[in-house]
């Protein structure tokens, strides 16, 4: 069973840094295309940053490029969000999402990023 479980989602001052942690489980994180999305109050979803081995590269949104990082550590199969210089406008739920970029089928339950300004 694939599970997906997300934490370090908490309440940070503008310009301030928070790293999120997706554990993975049921598969390994060379298997699938993993990445993050996010949903603030009142907006839609949206793709953050995805994984994707099978085009060898890592998708960035152009709302988060050269402020959040995404890593991967293979022994926990766990992936992080590094995220840096967050603005209130990152306030969201952030959701852990696996098996690909676009539509992805696994979902974890999120961790709430709360920006203040």
């Known amino acids: 069973e694939v599970q997906l479980v997300e934490s370090g989602g908490g309440l940070v001052q503008a310009g301030g840094s928070l790293r999120l942690s997706c554990a993975a489980s049921?598969?390994?994180?060379?298997?699938?295309?993993i990445g993050w999305f996010r949903q603030a109050p009142g907006k839609e979803r949206e793709g953050v940053v995805c994984i994707d081995s099978s085009i060898g590269g890592t998708i960035y949104a152009d709302s988060v490029k050269g402020r959040f990082t995404v890593s991967s550590d293979y022994a926990k199969n766990t992936v992080y969000l590094q995220m840096n210089s967050l603005r209130p406008e990152d306030t969201a739920v952030y959701y852990c999402?696996?098996?690909?970029?676009?539509?992805?089928?696994?979902w974890g339950k999120g961790t709430l990023v709360t920006v203040s300004s």
């Open positions: 049921g598969f390994t994180l060379d298997d699938y295309a």
């Open positions: 999402a696996a098996d690909d970029c676009t539509a992805p089928d696994y």
